[in-house]
């Protein structure tokens, strides 16, 4: 049987305005019991190495293809379904959408629903990387290796406006009014759909309902409420509605998705 166990570690104050966390993710599974890692749609991309196994992702179109070991998982409007047979670690940084274009020079919509390889991305010191993450000896090591990465990378951020605007979404869970937050952070409300878009990969509407889909999954993971209950919390007052966005960005219907039988489909 597999086992996996997942941890979350806070930033230093020189991150905490483009990492939301860090994290480790170790497993056990095997050819006969292979785990089977499925994603949901997130508007936050992440910094991922895998330094234990190896995983692949299992397209639409039947095909596996083996994933990076060192690279960018895209803020995602997508689910996507990897699968390993054997024991793996990998250890990563969630970031703020915004953040690609702090440290990478490149506008955060050209990571949507993308996995980049760290080696296709610009900079010498993505290899250099690269070669301590492969060397580290544990996760202390290897999260000292990916922050510090961060650290001496970023830039300041261009549009303090947007960054704004992002973590208001996030605060509110994805109940936000893009009208007022358009009137709050910018003069036009063109301006801030076209910049959104460009530093986040989504605009504002998309960014709020991926987001709000997020929280309400977590809401459902520590509460006795019922799936329905939380559903009208988070603005859900059209059950077809509800249903449309789940098996959009999570693959399955919510009926599915918490029954327990996703975990036993390919």
């Known amino acids: 049987m597999t086992s996996q166990q997942y941890n979350m570690f806070e930033p230093g104050p ?11 993710f170790e497993g056990v599974a095997t050819h006969e019991e ?8 997130n508007g936050c991309p992440e910094f991922v190495f895998h330094y234990k196994g190896t995983f692949e992702e299992l397209g639409r179109d039947g095909k596996s ?8 998982h895209g803020q995602a409007g997508e689910h996507r379904r990897f699968i390993v047979k054997e024991s793996f670690g990998i250890c990563g940084a969630y970031l703020y959408p915004y953040a690609l274009h ?40 290897r999260l ?32 936000v009014s893009v009208k007022n937050l358009s009137e709050l952070y910018f003069r036009s409300h063109r301006q801030f759909e076209r910049n959104f878009k460009e530093h986040t990969g989504f605009t504002a509407k998309t960014f709020s309902r991926i987001v709000r889909f997020n ?13 329905t209950e939380i559903a009208l919390e988070f603005g859900y007052y059209d059950q077809s509605h509800f249903i449309n966005d789940f098996r959009a960005f999570s ?10 039988k996703a975990a036993e489909l390919l």
């Open 14 to 24: 020189e991150l905490r305005d483009i990492v939301r966390y860090f994290w480790t």
């Open 34 to 41: 292979p785990y089977v890692l499925r994603t949901v749609a």
């Open 65 to 72: 293809r083996t994933s990076f070991i060192t690279g960018i």
């Open 102 to 141: 702090a440290v990478f020079g490149i506008p955060g919509i050209e990571f949507t629903n993308q996995l980049s390889g760290l080696e296709l991305l610009p900079g010498a010191e993505s290899f250099q990387v690269m070669d301590s993450l492969h060397a580290a000896l544990n996760n202390q090591e």
């Open 144 to 175: 000292r290796i990916m922050s510090d990465f961060l650290i001496r990378k970023k830039r300041p951020l261009v549009q303090k406006d947007i960054a704004g605007a992002v973590r208001t979404i996030l605060m509110q869970k994805g109940l």
């Open 215 to 227: 929280s309400l999954m977590q809401r459902h993971l520590n509460t006795q409420s019922s799936l």
């Open 251 to 260: 693959g399955y219907s919510p009926r599915t998705y918490f029954s327990g």
